[in-house]
C-alpha cells in the first residue's frame, strides 16, 4: 500500500484561501468516506482537523473545510493566518492488507 | 480530558526486541480501537497497528507484519505493542492513537500522545 500523494509544500499570504489535495486510489480515497487530515506543528503530536471527508471536531475553525472527488481529496484553509503554519497529513481507511494509509505531508507556509 | 501516554522506546540492536505502552485516561478505554502511528524522523507518519475494543481483532502494516504483535489490557486502560526482529528502518517515534469512533475500526485518530522514540542501531 503506497502513501497517498500529496504535494510537498503549498504557500499563501494571510487572508487568502489554499488548497491541498491527496491523491489515492479506488481502493482507499476513492472507496471510502473515512478521510482524514490532521495539522502538526514542529515537536509536536498530529491533531485531527478534519474526518469523514468533510466533518470538523469541535473547537475546529470554519476555515477548515474537506471535500473530495474521486480518488481525490481536499483541504481548504481559507483566510489563512501565520498560525496555520504547519505540516498537514491525510489518511484513510484501505481496502487492502494495510488497513491504514497516510499522505506524504504538506509544508503550508504563510508569505 | 483524554490523556494517552507511551513509554518503553530505547535504543536497540539490529534484531533485537522492544515493548512499547500506552496508557490510556479520560475515556472509556474499553469502547474504543486504539493504534499505533510511527513517524520517522524528519519525516512522514505511517500507521503501524490496529488492536479493536475488545483485543480479538489486530491488524498490522505490511512493513512490520509477522514481526510486531499488538495487545490490551482494558482492566488497567493500557495498550502494548511488542516490536521483534527490529531493523533500522523501524527506528522511529511511536504515537499511540485512540480511534475517533465509538466501537470503531479504522475512521480517524481523534487522540495523539506525544510519542515515544525507538532507535535501531546498526
Known amino acids: 500500500q503506497s502513501a497517498l500523494t500529496q504535494p510537498a509544500s503549498v504557500s499563501g499570504s494571510p487572508g487568502q484561501s489554499i488548497t491541498i489535495s491527496c491523491t489515492g486510489t479506488s481502493s482507499d480515497v476513492g472507496g471510502h468516506n473515512y478521510v482524514s487530515w490532521y495539522q502538526q506543528y514542529p515537536g509536536k503530536a498530529p491533531k485531527v482537523m478534519i474526518y469523514e471527508v468533510n466533518s470538523r471536531p469541535s473547537g475546529i475553525s470554519n476555515r477548515f473545510s474537506g471535500s473530495k472527488s474521486g480518488n481525490t481529496a481536499s483541504l481548504t484553509i481559507s483566510g489563512l493566518q501565520a498560525e496555520d503554519e504547519a505540516d498537514y497529513y491525510c489518511s484513510s481507511f484501505a481496502s487492502s492488507s494495510t488497513l491504514g494509509v497516510f499522505g506524504t505531508g504538506t509544508r503550508v507556509t504563510v508569505l | 480530558e483524554v490523556q494517552l501516554v507511551e513509554s518503553g522506546g530505547v535504543m536497540v540492536q539490529s534484531g533485537g526486541s522492544l515493548r512499547l505502552s500506552c496508557t490510556a485516561s479520560g475515556f472509556t478505554f474499553d469502547d474504543y480501537t486504539m493504534h499505533w502511528v510511527r513517524q520517522t524522523p524528519g519525516k512522514g507518519l505511517e500507521w503501524v497497528s490496529l488492536?479493536?475494543?475488545?483485543?480479538?481483532?489486530?491488524y498490522f502494516a505490511d512493513s512490520v507484519k509477522g514481526r510486531f504483535t499488538i495487545s490490551r489490557d482494558n482492566s488497567k486502560n493500557s495498550l502494548y505493542l511488542q516490536m521483534n526482529n527490529l531493523r533500522s528502518e523501524d527506528t522511529a517515534l511511536y504515537y499511540c492513537?485512540?480511534?475517533?469512533?465509538?466501537?470503531?475500526?479504522?475512521?480517524?485518530?481523534?487522540?495523539w500522545g506525544q510519542g515515544t522514540l525507538v532507535t535501531v542501531s546498526s
Open positions: 488492536i479493536n475494543w475488545d483485543g480479538s481483532t489486530a
Open positions: 492513537a485512540k480511534d475517533g469512533v465509538r466501537h470503531g475500526f479504522l475512521t480517524h485518530f481523534d487522540n
